[in-house]
């Protein structure tokens, strides 16, 4: 009886495809993404119109983590499809202090060791009751639809499409050029 049920759930998991990672959903926001802005990490405001009509992946980082070294992935994946593909940063320091760092501080860090060059915002909390406007629309289903995950530590990744729905959610130990993550972009 027993192997029945394994058997069975490996058969659902081929034809749900509920093995993977990602619980990806494909629904219209009750939120518009698009109204939503944030200050980048040098100060400006970031409205998120500019983004419509582009591929957005939105990652909480962290300088000082085990996790650091996916800016270098992050930034091959800005290069190799800057075309259609918007990263966003959002350092937190929610996770264990592994970004204490001021924004400057950040910048630089960011820059010198992984010569990153997509968009970073403002440091900011990611979760909790001071979570920023941006993470609080990627876990709320009322106002992405379906998602309820929040960052549970450092590089989480969320993938908006280009009409602004939230198309998928990756923890921190999926990599960015993973090949779930890349056959969405």
């Known amino acids: 009886m027993k192997s029945i049920v394994i058997v069975s759930a490996l058969l659902i998991s081929l034809f749900t495809g509920s093995n993977k990672q990602n619980d990806r959903k494909v629904v219209d926001p009750p939120k518009d993404f698009y109204e939503l ?3 980048t990490i040098t100060g400006e405001e970031f409205s998120f119109e500019q ?8 990652v909480n ?7 650091t070294p996916q800016f ?6 800005n290069q190799a499809y800057s075309t259609g593909l918007v990263i966003l940063g959002f350092p937190s320091n929610d996770f ?3 970004d204490p760092g001021s924004n400057d501080e950040i910048l630089e860090f960011c820059e010198i060791n992984y010569g990153v060059t997509f968009q970073m915002m403002e440091k900011s909390s990611v979760k909790g ?3 920023n406007a941006v993470f609080r629309w990627l876990s709320d289903p ?3 639809g379906w998602n309820k995950k929040a960052p549970g530590w450092n590089f989480a990744k969320y993938l908006v499409d280009e009409q602004g729905r939230l198309i998928g959610y990756w923890p ?4 960015p050029n993973d090949p779930e993550i890349l056959e969405l972009l």
Request: charged residues 25%.
């Open 142 to 144: 009322a106002q992405n």
């Open 37 to 39: 802005s944030f200050k």
């Open 129 to 131: 009751k001071a979570q």
């Open 51 to 58: 983004l419509r009509g582009k591929k957005v992946l939105l």
């Open 172 to 175: 921190s130990k999926v990599r």
């Open 72 to 77: 270098a992935e992050l930034e091959a994946l």
């Open 96 to 98: 264990m202090n592994q």
């Open 61 to 67: 980082t962290a300088s000082k983590c085990g996790f």
